[in-house]
């Protein structure tokens, strides 16, 4: 192999590496078939806590599942109530905001019955929760400009970005880091 492509490869498995981090093991290829280990299979993993303390884990794992019914019982009742409600695009923003609870709860239960899923659950809570408090952001945006816009006349060429920010401003400067736990005690400090 020339200089060039040995550089190449050396660059290649380390960003690799950084980004799905794994550790090469020394004289072994890229390209290799050995598999990677995350810790033992759902059987060997059951099996081993169902002999170190079958009482506790079998609480653990019955208490969590029942919470996870619980929460996808309630999601899909707010879940059909919403459905109902005419398209909009608060509708869908409420409806991604939903989504956050079950697929927190069905992760969480997936990883407690077998830890090798943890990276992808892990994964999929943070992917949800990026999009629930995005949506909720928006969500917001879309009752803040509602409420400024109610009652407006044609006449007014503002904008909504303008009127939003009137309103929020209606009651003058506030101390916005006086608040509790440990702010409201340094509230003689702040301006």
């Not at 290799?32 to 759902?42: D, F, K, V, Y």
């Not at 408090?133 to 945006?141: R, V």
Request: hydrophobic fraction near 45%; proline fraction near 6%; charged fraction near 20%.
């Amino acid at each position: 192999m020339s200089d060039r492509s040995e550089r190449l490869l050396e660059a290649s498995t380390t960003v690799i590496e950084n980004v799905v981090g794994l550790t090469a093991v020394k004289g072994t290829e890229l390209g290799s078939n050995e598999a990677i280990s995350l810790g033992p299979r759902m059987g060997v993993f059951l099996e081993t806590c169902m002999e170190a303390d079958p009482h506790r884990f079998l609480f653990k794992w019955i208490s969590g599942s029942i919470a996870v019914i619980v929460t996808c019982a309630i999601w899909l009742r707010h879940f059909r109530r919403n459905s109902q409600a005419p398209p909009s695009m608060r509708r869908i923003y409420y409806q991604r905001v939903s989504w956050f609870a079950p697929v927190l709860g069905v992760t969480a239960l997936a990883s407690l019955f077998s830890p090798r899923v943890f990276p992808v659950a892990k994964f999929l809570q943070t992917q949800f929760e990026a999009i629930s408090l995005a949506s909720f952001g928006s969500i917001l945006f879309l009752l803040l400009a509602a409420d400024v816009t109610e009652g407006g006349s044609s006449k007014d060429n503002r904008s909504v970005a303008t009127l939003i920010m009137k309103a929020l401003n209606k009651d003058g400067p506030k101390p916005h880091f006086a608040v509790p736990p440990f702010g409201c005690c340094f509230k003689k400090c702040m301006p």
